[in-house]
């Protein structure tokens, strides 16, 4: 946690901001005293997975498979659509 006056604050924002953003708590001070606090925000979670996080997922040669990964449905198809690769 760092403190950072509320005069640094106004003339150095984006900085400031930058250092919460990246993972540091800033305490804003007013006359030496605490005053505020600025933290990251979590990012935020997706509805839904890309072809790309799908195929990060997948099991690896040579690797174990994650425990969720669901192995009855490996190689499975549908005939109405095309392979995601």
Do not use: C, Y
Not at 54 to 66: D, I, S, V, Y
């Amino acid at each position: 946690m760092s403190l950072v006056p509320v005069r640094e604050l106004r003339n150095n924002t984006a900085a400031v901001i930058e250092r919460a953003r990246r993972g540091e708590d800033v305490t804003i001070t007013v006359n030496g005293v605490a005053a505020a606090r600025l933290v990251a925000v979590p990012p935020l979670q997706r509805e839904f997975l890309t072809i790309a996080d799908l195929k990060a997922m997948a099991p690896q040669p040579g690797r174990t498979a994650p425990e969720f990964w669901d192995h009855e449905l490996d190689g499975d198809t549908t005939d109405d659509l095309d392979s995601i690769e």
